[in-house]
């Protein structure tokens, strides 16, 4: 007789406490981030600081670790064999999820809606790379190296088609409130598939996979990991509602958006044919000017006269610069 195949062992149920901590945290970040957004984008700071080269580097790091555990993820569910109908399942709602943020913001935020953001990225990204979790890790890590820098290599002009922005090989930058391309944002999907089939065997069992949360933090930041769409989906609103509410009791920052309002006027003089040190005095004295005449952060397009009315003061302004008159 021959001999009975040994039993598959069953799939352990427990989930991994130290994923959903780390998925957890990376919640908090982004939460953090969406806040200082929040708070920039209703003018309760003197500018959008997640606008800022820092902002844009930390929002960038915040995405990258979404992605590396949506690929770590991957491998942990599916590593055994695909399990179709939680995968399916999964894809269901992150991809509706994903069709609901872009009718929220198109209703929101027509001229900036998020058409491919950090959601849509991840549903197409975990069908990409369902097929990956089986192949060789190096093979997978050699193709994380490709679509990561594929941009600063396939980047085309013939690629700025608006029905191919969600690849990212353009030149251009479309305006949307949240752009997570497929490059190079795939490859870091593959490098977490890397990282996890390469840490898998070697962490099985390890003092990592047995930790469990205990203390309260711990626990509230496993919990939101295990319910990472949930969070996801309800936090900006509760945000925007947050702040939305503070500037109604504050009103703006007294110097909101007055760096920005400098810097474009300074760029606008320039380009008529204005010297470059006037151009920043007028600035100075411009914002000043509007503000003493009540016309600066009102948040409503001028009226024909106001907008005389500052033309006058940017006028005066000018020529005080250059030391033809005096100021107002």
């Known amino acids: 007789m021959p001999a009975s195949p040994a039993p598959t062992p069953p799939r352990s149920s427990r989930r991994i406490d130290a994923l959903d901590l780390a998925r957890g945290a990376a919640l908090a970040a982004m939460a953090a981030y969406h806040g200082l957004w929040d708070l920039g984008f209703l003018q309760l700071t003197p500018q959008n600081f997640a606008l800022t080269p820092a902002g844009r580097l930390a929002a960038h790091g915040i995405a990258g670790a979404f992605l590396l555990l949506v690929g770590v993820g991957l491998v942990l ?3 055994d064999g695909v399990r179709w109908r939680p995968f ?5 709602r992150i991809g509706g999820a994903a069709l609901l943020i872009t009718l929220a913001t198109w209703i929101a935020f027509p001229q900036s809606y998020i058409f491919f953001g950090i ?9 990409l790379g369902l097929p990956f979790v089986f192949l060789p890790a190096p093979v997978t890590a050699l193709a994380a190296t490709l679509v990561l820098v594929a941009p ?15 690849l990212g090989l353009g030149r251009g ?3 949307t409130n949240d752009w997570v391309p497929l490059f190079p944002w795939f490859g870091m999907v593959l490098a977490g598939i890397a990282l996890a089939r390469i840490a898998r065997p070697i962490l099985a069992g390890s003092w990592l996979a047995r930790w469990q949360a205990r ?11 295990r319910h990472s769409l949930a969070v996801y989906l309800v936090h900006q609103p509760a945000l925007l509602a947050l702040f939305t509410g503070l500037v109604t009791l504050t009103g703006p920052h007294p110097k909101a958006g007055l760096a920005g309002f400098r810097k474009d006027y300074v760029g606008n003089c320039t380009r008529t044919g204005g010297e470059l040190q006037a151009c920043r005095i007028a600035a100075r004295c411009t914002a000043d000017a509007l503000r003493r005449d009540g016309l600066w952060g009102s948040g409503k397009p001028y009226s024909g006269e106001e907008r005389a009315r500052a033309q006058g003061l940017s006028q005066l302004c000018y ?8 100021p107002p």
Do not use: K, M, Q, W
């Not at 399916?88 to 269901?92: D, F, I, P, S």
């Not at 600063?152 to 969600?166: G, K, R």
């Not at 020529?319 to 005096?326: I, L, P, W």
């Open 88 to 92: 399916a399942l999964r894809l269901a």
């Open 215 to 225: 203390n309260a933090v711990a626990r509230g930041a496993a919990f939101a990991g």
């Open 173 to 175: 930058l479309p305006d």
């Open 119 to 127: 959601l849509h990225c991840i549903a197409v990204s975990s069908v």
């Open 152 to 166: 600063h290599v396939v980047a085309h002009p013939l690629l700025d088609v608006p029905e191919l922005y969600f």
């Open 77 to 79: 569910a599916n590593g």
């Open 319 to 326: 020529e005080a610069a250059e030391g033809t008159a005096a």
